[in-house]
T-cell receptor
């Protein structure tokens, strides 16, 4: 299965600022997925990122708040913009699907103060 | 809409015990079910993937079973060790991309030395 390198692993940010999270995959993949895990909760899908097209966002998530880039088949970034304390969560990227299951990155633990 | 429930929410047992974690899902029309481990503040590590046509999968001290008709899966951990302490998540995949992957809230497991 694919190996994903995600960074940063954690960060503490001031409200009103932005943070960009990066994910690098060791093989070419068509789709990459971004998730949020709020404290004590399970994972919620933010968006699906395809190379060469705009990301597809789930209900409740918008591009202005969570812009995503997908410049090639092995790399993607998620930016959390104009942060507030409510954005404090673990953010994860993922690849896979179908009969092969899903592989996740090591997560980014974000705290907004 | 698929719903996944994990019982118990938390479990604390002495080292060396065998234990069972439970996962139930409401819609039996799944392609597969995946068990993950999550350490505090970290990403997800895939433990076992069971296809809908399979009854069980084994990896070392871990055994996962699947009963589609009753909407249940169990994760059996043999001879538990303190290093097994983590949150265990199950996720049912119903197809259609990552938005077809539904997670439970997890079981927080503590193995007492």
């Amino acid at each position: 299965s694919a190996v994903i390198s995600q960074k940063p692993s954690r960060d503490i940010c001031q409200r009103g600022t932005s943070l960009t999270i990066q994910c690098q995959v060791d093989s070419q993949v068509t789709m990459m997925f971004w998730y949020r895990q709020q404290p004590g909760q399970s994972l919620t899908l933010i968006a699906t990122a395809n190379q060469g097209s705009e990301a597809t966002y789930e209900s409740g998530f918008v591009i202005d708040k969570f812009p995503i880039s997908r410049p090639n088949l092995t790399f993607s970034t998620l930016t959390v913009s104009n942060m507030s304390p409510e954005d404090s969560s673990i953010y994860l990227c993922s690849v896979g699907g179908g009969n092969y299951g899903y592989t996740f990155g090591s997560g980014t633990r974000l705290t907004v103060v | 809409k698929q719903e996944v429930t994990q019982i118990p929410a938390a479990l604390s047992v002495p080292e060396g015990e065998n234990l069972v974690l439970n996962c139930s899902f409401t819609d039996s029309a799944i392609y597969n079910l995946q068990w993950f481990r999550q350490d505090p503040g970290k990403g997800l590590t895939s433990l076992l993937l069971i296809q809908s046509s399979q009854r069980e999968q084994t990896s070392g001290r871990l055994n996962a079973s699947l009963d589609k008709s009753s909407g249940r899966s169990t994760l059996y951990i043999a001879a538990s060790q303190p290093g097994d302490s983590a949150t265990y998540l199950c996720a049912a995949y119903s197809g259609g991309g990552a938005d077809g992957l539904t997670f439970g809230k997890g079981t927080h497991l503590i193995i007492q030395p």
